[in-house]
């Protein structure tokens, strides 16, 4: 018996939210399909690699735009459309956004776009939490995605209540993103993150930590004060996803040796 596989399909990433976020989302896709062809027993060289495109562009602030006006002509909304346009022109069958609060935007893209699959990250997080029996997860993400209710909505549909800093630690994560990781600061992002963390998990005891923003899995496994916590980084879910969509189904024939 001999393993067949059809050619991988061309999948795309669109990242610049921000860009170091989407270039280290492309290190996670790789590391995805790696570990995709060694579970399947084929050989890893570089030709069974899919092709995959990384769209990285200046885009606005999703946060401030989902406090404003999030179909604004200068918002992120139309740097949204542009990128998975242009990936669509490129021929791929699958997008992932490098970006959890772009996923504000997610309906409207699947709708424009409805010959690709646009994959959800939330979705696909919580999704892995449930298969794993937990019940509540800790949700370390940006304003913007607090105030869109993504991972809310995500976890309940799988049964698990989203556990949330208050206000003053969303601050806090808030500068950790911006002024840490975004200036290259890992430093304070790790400090930033840590401090956050700490107290959500004397409250709420060894419960799963979602890494809600692409930037915090950046800094936060450097903290001490993370040590020991189960860190669920949905990047690393979502790049898995993406090397299944690119691969498929593996097909088996059977030929006489």
């Given at each position: 018996?001999?393993?067949?596989?059809?050619?991988?399909?061309?999948?795309?990433?669109?990242?610049?939210?921000?860009?170091?976020?989407?270039?280290?989302?492309?290190?996670?896709?790789?590391q995805a399909c790696t570990a995709h062809l060694q579970q399947q027993g084929l050989p890893v060289h570089d030709q069974a690699?899919?092709?995959?495109?990384?769209?990285q562009l200046p885009m606005p602030d999703r946060s401030a735009a989902l406090r404003a006006d999030p179909q604004s002509p200068?918002?992120?909304?139309?740097?949204?459309?542009?990128?998975?346009?242009?990936?669509?022109?490129?021929?791929?069958?699958?997008?992932?956004?490098?970006?959890?609060?772009?996923?504000?935007?997610?309906?409207?893209?699947?709708?424009?776009?409805?010959?690709?699959?646009?994959?959800?990250?939330?979705?696909?997080?919580?999704?892995?939490?449930?298969?794993?029996?937990?019940?509540?997860?800790?949700?370390?993400?940006?304003?913007?995605?607090?105030?869109?209710?993504?991972?809310?909505?995500?976890?309940?549909?799988?049964?698990?209540?989203?556990?949330?800093?208050?206000?003053?630690?969303?601050?806090?994560?808030?500068?950790?993103?911006?002024?840490?990781?975004?200036?290259?600061?890992?430093?304070?992002?790790?400090?930033?993150?840590?401090?956050?963390?700490?107290?959500?998990?004397?409250?709420?005891?060894?419960?799963?930590?979602?890494?809600?923003?692409?930037?915090?899995?950046?800094?936060?496994?450097?903290?001490?004060?993370?040590?020991?916590?189960?860190?669920?980084?949905?990047?690393?879910?979502?790049?898995?996803?993406?090397?299944?969509?690119?691969?498929?189904?593996?097909?088996?024939?059977?030929?006489?040796?």
């Amino acid at each position: 018996m001999q393993q067949q596989l059809q050619p991988p399909r061309a999948v795309g990433i669109l990242g610049g939210m921000g860009p170091a976020a989407g270039a280290d989302f492309v290190r996670l896709f790789v590391q995805a399909c790696t570990a995709h062809l060694q579970q399947q027993g084929l050989p890893v060289h570089d030709q069974a690699y899919p092709e995959h495109w990384l769209v990285q562009l200046p885009m606005p602030d999703r946060s401030a735009a989902l406090r404003a006006d999030p179909q604004s002509p200068t918002g992120p909304a139309q740097h949204l459309l542009q990128g998975v346009g242009r990936m669509a022109a490129l021929g791929v069958r699958s997008v992932a956004l490098a970006c959890n609060t772009a996923h504000a935007w997610h309906g409207q893209l699947q709708a424009l776009f409805p010959q690709l699959h646009v994959l959800h990250i939330a979705r696909q997080a919580a999704l892995h939490l449930q298969a794993g029996g937990a019940q509540q997860a800790i949700v370390l993400a940006t304003q913007g995605t607090y105030d869109s209710g993504l991972y809310d909505a995500a976890l309940a549909e799988c049964g698990i209540t989203a556990l949330q800093p208050d206000a003053q630690g969303r601050a806090r994560l808030m500068q950790g993103i911006y002024d840490g990781v975004k200036q290259g600061d890992m430093d304070l992002a790790a400090r930033c993150f840590g401090e956050v963390l700490a107290p959500l998990l004397q409250r709420h005891g060894d419960v799963p930590v979602i890494m809600g923003c692409t930037e915090i899995p950046l800094a936060l496994p450097q903290s001490p004060l993370a040590r020991g916590a189960e860190l669920v980084d949905p990047a690393w879910i979502l790049a898995q996803a993406l090397a299944g969509d690119a691969y498929g189904q593996v097909r088996e024939t059977h030929r006489l040796q």
